[in-house]
């Protein structure tokens, strides 16, 4: 039987990023869940589609979009199963039986998170996003999303906007949107680069004004 699921991994100079996180992926290889990995590309200029090419994935390319290269990367999967996961989102050990258990449910699915680093703002802060994916069914891109190909078309997939792309789909899916009892860990850089209150009123602020009706293209050019 082939493998169910594929992996779909948006990219734009993360050779950094594809190291911690492409390990992680090696399990779902070993229990016969992966059926590939795709990279979609947005315009890479380090050694990200060296190391694409290195690991195995089929890699597409076009423009640096966000929506853009979900939704390239999806076109080119060929699985039952798709898990978008961003490439500096590690998956926590367990994560391939996990998945395996969940398929039969039929229900898309995203990971609980946590960031690479300890203390109060980074603890805040993903508390934050699992309380806002659990109450309100909006997970942000890096808890990763596993759905059905079924489910992914019917609902019209991600959208090829700069930003939102991901809220945009989770308000599609709703309340069909369940958690895995797993936490991902992802890179908490960006904010130690603009600093944890900053970024996280920033994305609030972000988050609040594509509900109010803001197009993602004027919200991007504040991203």
């Known amino acids: ?27 779902g290889l070993s229990a016969g869940l992966i059926r590939e990995l795709v990279i979609s590309d947005g315009g890479s200029d380090d050694a990200t589609l ?23 990367g999806a076109e080119a999967a060929r699985g039952e199963w798709l898990l978008f996961l961003h490439a500096d989102t590690v998956l926590p050990p367990g994560w391939a039986d996990l998945v395996l258990s ?5 229900r898309p699915a995203h990971f609980r998170l946590q960031f690479d680093t300890s203390g109060t703002a980074a603890a805040m802060v993903a508390g934050w996003a699992n309380l ?10 890096d808890q990763g999303l596993l759905i059905s190909r079924a489910e992914y078309e019917a609902t019209g997939g991600y959208r090829d906007i700069p930003l939102m792309e991901d809220v945009a789909l ?3 899916l ?4 369940t958690v895995l009892p797993a936490t991902v860990t992802t890179s908490a850089e960006k904010y130690r680069r603009d600093g ?3 970024r996280g009123a920033r994305n609030l602020s972000l988050l609040l004004r594509y509900l109010s009706g803001a197009k993602p293209e004027r919200l991007a050019r504040r991203y």
């Not at 082939?2 to 992680?24: G, Y």
């Not at 806002?132 to 891109?141: A, D, I, Q, T, W």
């Open 1 to 27: 039987m082939r493998a169910k699921l594929s992996v779909v991994m948006p990219t734009l100079n993360t050779e950094a990023a594809l190291a911690r996180s492409l390990p992680a992926l090696a399990e």
């Open 50 to 72: 060296a190391i694409a090419e290195e690991a195995g994935a089929e890699v597409v390319t076009g423009p640096a979009s966000r929506g853009g290269q979900l939704r390239r």
């Open 102 to 106: 969940h398929l039969p449910t039929g």
């Open 132 to 141: 806002r994916s659990r109450l309100f069914c909006l997970p942000y891109g």
């Open 170 to 172: 989770a308000r599609t």
């Open 174 to 177: 709703g309340r069909r949107l």
């Open 196 to 198: 944890w209150l900053r």
